[in-house]
């Protein structure tokens, strides 16, 4: 177990190396995350590994009573099946100057009792000391099974490389098919029109004079499943076009994209980043999403409300760029409309495995006391799947680029292929984010802010903002950043203690990747790039817009975690 001043020093050098690998070497974000977990693996000594794992698996102890004779432990069962009268549990502590884990005493359990809290059946163990009967609680003791102590110990044996590719491979098996299945559904949207049918039709519906709201309101659908610098991508040509019919409002169209795909990609899975956050934090997909998209609409209309009146104070020119000229933008806009695909097409692979992840979401909590029958129940849990959904998704994606296309087999390939490369990415990444993540969790960081959810939840969610926002300035990846700061935050949501739900502790993550935007992110320069916009503008224009937009956002949290906190 280390001292708090040497868990600091080991989570300083990680992220100095990430950083700066990023950063000062020019590191692809992979090799960097990967190369820090191995160097924070070798500064962590076993025994942090050792009681890291006894935390994970320890029981909660709700009371403790100590007197001249024994202890009397009140334990939360409710989650350890195979308890009963008789069962033995172990006491171990961390001894800082020896540097191991021991044992300090022994219980037996005396009674087991049930009792109701509000909807849920809660079980409780009473347990008492039996050796030795001099024993005292003292904070740092965690109760465990000698199964579970077992387990710990071997956990800490396992070589740097082990416990590296446990990370990397755990986070593969939670992550790997939906963003391979979001990586396809993006290129058939793309391929096949659909993405520009969803845009042209938000439109079409809004009429001209409401085209930046067609434009965020798309932006931000288009953000869920595709890559935000693809979107931008897609959207920017049409921006371009609609300002060479229009004359005016270039800035307004620019930072209305800019608003809406920005913030799905740090809120809404199946995006990498809130995707990793949720399924490390332990947070269902279909209240990641719901969640997501409430806290991305205040945002969003934040940075709608900002571009409008920028947009009043302050005239962006529309400039030639090198992706495409003035002259293939009034041809892209003459685009005929039946090349595309129908709009309830375009847009079902975005909207199916939402409502059929929610929709699960919301059976399971049975609605009006409604229970559907078991064999239906297990069709809505198959459906329901996370990765489940998005496969299904990613086969009508496919169906449509073939049947609006006439796609030929060997084009659908190379298309699924291309996905997979862009996914593969991403893939590799987010799992080296995991190993990174599960290295510094081992360290013990999580007890540096044990206290926390004894204190006021704005605490714990302020100080998730701030420390995605500080590594996010740092080294310019939004997704980099919820990666490295929920590998050091995920152990406040694990014992079940913070007093509010974990999705608040992921939007807040989500919140925090928005500031600040500057010269080291890659968003930055697509941007800038592809709008003709130069440094300085970028600066004066979307940096504040989308750091504001982050702050926005977690005011929202806030507001949201006290009035609602659904612990």
Not at 300 to 312: M, S, T
Request: hydrophobic share 50%; glycine share 10%; proline share 4%.
């Amino acid at each position: 177990m280390l001292s708090a001043g040497a868990t600091l020093s080991i989570l300083f050098v990680g992220m100095i190396v990430v950083i700066g690998g990023i950063l000062g070497f020019r590191l692809h974000a992979f090799l960097a995350l990967i190369l820090g977990a191995l160097i924070v693996g070798i500064l962590t000594p076993a025994a942090s590994i050792e009681y890291d794992a006894i935390s994970r698996s320890a029981v909660k102890v709700v009371s403790h009573e100590n007197d001249s004779a024994s202890v009397t432990f009140l334990l939360a069962s409710g989650k350890k099946k195979g308890v009963h009268e008789g069962s033995s549990f172990l006491v171990v502590r961390p001894n800082l100057d020896a540097g191991t884990v021991d044992e300090v005493a022994r219980l037996h359990v005396t009674a087991i009792t049930t009792e109701k809290q509000g909807d849920k059946i809660v079980e409780r163990a009473h347990a008492r000391v039996v050796d030795p009967s001099e024993y005292e609680w003292q904070t740092d003791d965690r109760v465990v099974t000698p199964t579970a102590r077992l387990g710990a110990q071997a956990s800490a044996k396992e070589t740097i490389g082990e416990r590296v590719a446990g990370g990397f491979g755990s986070t593969c098996a939670n992550i790997g098919i939906l963003i391979a299945m979001a990586s396809i559904i993006g290129k058939c949207l793309l391929d096949s029109g659909a993405a520009d049918r969803v845009v042209r039709s938000a439109m079409n519906f809004l009429g001209e004079k409401k085209a930046p709201v067609a434009f965020l309101s798309s932006g931000f659908l288009l953000g869920i499943p595709v890559f935000f610098d693809t979107v931008f991508y897609l959207m920017m040509p049409l921006g371009k076009a609609l300002c060479v019919r229009t004359g005016r409002n270039y800035l307004l169209y620019i930072l209305t994209i800019v608003a809406g795909a920005t913030m799905a990609h740090s809120l809404v899975p199946p995006t990498p980043g809130p995707l990793f956050v949720a399924e490390q934090l332990g947070v269902d997909m279909g209240v990641m999403i719901v969640a997501g998209c409430i806290v991305g609409t205040f945002t969003a209309g934040f940075g709608y409300l900002y571009a409008v009146l920028i947009n009043r104070m302050c005239v962006l020119p529309l400039r030639e760029s090198a992706d495409v000229s003035l002259a293939e933008l009034t041809a892209a806009a003459q685009r005929d409309e039946s090349e595309l695909p129908p709009l309830w097409m375009a847009v079902l692979p975005i909207v199916l495995p939402v409502i059929l992840i929610a929709g699960l979401t919301v059976l399971e909590r049975k609605p009006l006391g409604i229970e559907l029958p078991p064999a239906a129940m297990q069709i809505a849990e198959t459906l329901g799947d996370k990765n489940i959904a998005l496969v299904i998704s990613a086969a009508i994606a496919m169906f449509m680029l073939v049947w609006k296309k006439r796609t030929t087999r060997e084009q659908l390939a190379h298309a699924v292929q291309s996905a997979l490369a862009s996914g593969g990415v991403i893939i590799l990444i987010t799992a080296a984010g995991g190993a990174f993540g599960k290295v510094l969790q081992q360290t013990g960081v999580a007890g540096l802010i044990r206290d926390l959810p004894q204190s006021s939840p704005v605490v714990i969610i302020v100080l998730a903002f701030l420390i995605t926002a500080a590594v996010r300035t740092a080294q310019g990846s939004a997704t980099v950043a919820m990666i490295t700061a929920v590998g050091i935050l995920a152990g406040l949501s694990s014992g079940g203690q913070l007093g509010f739900h974990p999705v608040y502790l992921a939007l807040a993550i989500g919140c925090g990747s928005k500031p600040i935007g500057w010269m080291n992110d890659s968003g930055f320069w697509v941007i800038t790039k592809m709008s003709g916009m130069t440094e300085g503008e970028g600066l004066k224009y979307v940096t504040p817009m989308t750091t504001c937009m982050g702050f926005v956002g977690l005011a929202v949290i806030i507001v949201g975690v006290l009035l609602f906190p659904m612990a």
